[in-house]
Every structure is written in C-alpha cells, then in structure tokens.
C-alpha cells in the first residue's frame, strides 16, 4: 500500500517555506525521499531510519516518527530550484534492500 | 559519480510485441529495481533483484518478466506488450545495505501502440 503525500501540491514564493508529508499504514525501517525535475530522474535527498540515523543533502531537514510511522521533510528559505516532485519511499521492517514503495508525490512550483 | 543508463530514452512498440529494456549501472550495486511512473501515480515498482540471477516480484509484476546474468545489467521484458504498459520505466540502483540511496536512470518512456 503506497504511503499518502500531502500536500499534493503547493506554491510557494521564493523564500517561504514548506513541509512535506509522508504518512504510511504499515510499521517502517525507513523512508527515503527523492525530488524529481521535468522530464529528469529522481534525485536522492535523504534517508531517515528507524532509531534515528539520517543520511542526506545537508541543506535538506526530515523527521521520521516511528511510532506515527509519519515523516516530514522541511523546506526552508525555498529558492527556485527547489521546484519539482518530492517523492517519499517506504521500505518495511526487516530493513532489507527491498525496492521502495512510493507515494504519489507532492508537486512544488517555487515562485520570484 | 554512480551512472545508471537506460538503453533508450524513447521507444514506440506495438501490441503483442516482446519488449526488451535494458538497464545497465557502474558502481558495482549489488541492488537494481525497475519502476514504472504514471501520471498521479508516483513511481511503482515492478521487479528487483539482489544479486546475478536473482529477482523478486514488486507490487506490479503482472505481464512483466526480468533478467540479470551479469552484475551491471538488468533487463525489464514485456512478454507481449499491451496499451496499458504505456508508461515512464525507470531503473535504480542501490549498495545492499537498506540505508543506502537509490540512483535512478533518466527513464525510457515507451508507447505501445
């Protein structure tokens, strides 16, 4: 089941910030978020952990409640190339190198 | 800097056919993944696999088949190509280790006419 992504989309101007949200009915190991420009790949932002280890762009911030099994990735003092779909993967307990499953993606569009 | 190519960035087939993708990455990851994206979809996924010759089943393997004889390759094979495989593909590639990201190709976006 694929974790639920809100907003769906939001736009912002350049400066202001934004959160994200990822949010899972199943227990997680880990989550993982990626953004995506037209027509590119998706790009690797960060990994958060069960027990709180992060891995990610130092410009990036995210918080993982495990309990919750919720994950919020925080935008701040947004600049125009932050433009794009934000993408949250789910990987299950076990932590096994499984592939993601992943939301349906925020859409964020940065304004001048 | 890991590259993961994909053998076509566009690719026009017809009903029936059998479709091969190839994916190929050089960072000797033990991990590859296909996904398929579709418009308010998000990215799901179809195979992966571990290891030479292993393979496990995503959440939408039906009418899709994989193969990997070698450690850099993975090929994504529509056994006989239908209108609702239409679709953006995408091929990762990941270390073993859970906490460690994936690297995405550019995608082939393929048409099955």
């Known amino acids: 089941q694929q974790p639920v992504q809100s907003p769906q989309a939001v736009i912002l101007r350049e400066g202001e910030d934004a959160v994200i949200n990822c949010s899972s009915s199943?227990?997680?190991?880990?989550v993982h978020w990626y953004r995506q420009k037209h027509g590119e790949a998706p790009v690797f932002l960060m990994i958060?952990?069960?027990?709180?280890e992060q891995k990610g762009h130092e410009k990036i911030s995210a918080s993982f409640n495990e309990k919750k099994q919720q994950s919020s990735l925080y935008l701040t003092a947004s600049q125009l190339s932050y433009s794009g779909t934000y993408f949250c993967g789910t990987d299950p307990p076990g932590g096994g190198a499984d592939g993601l499953t992943f939301g349906k993606g925020t859409h964020l569009i940065i304004q001048p | 800097d890991v590259k993961v190519t994909q053998s076509s960035r566009y690719l026009v087939k017809r009903t029936g056919e059998k479709v091969f993708l190839e994916c190929v990455q050089d960072m000797d990851h033990e991990n590859m993944f296909w996904y398929r994206q579709d418009p308010g979809l998000g990215l799901r996924l179809i195979y992966f696999s571990y290891d030479v010759k292993m393979k496990e089943k995503g959440d939408i393997p039906e009418g899709y088949s994989v193969s990997r004889e070698k450690k850099e390759r993975f090929s994504l094979i529509l056994e006989s190509a239908s209108t609702n495989q239409t679709s953006m593909y995408l091929c990762?590639?990941?270390?073993?280790?859970?906490?460690?990201?994936?690297?995405f190709g550019d995608g082939t976006r393929l048409s099955i006419l």
């Open positions: 990762a590639s990941s270390l073993l280790q859970s906490n460690q990201p994936q690297h």
């Open positions: 958060l952990l069960k027990g709180g």
């Open positions: 199943k227990a997680l190991y880990s």
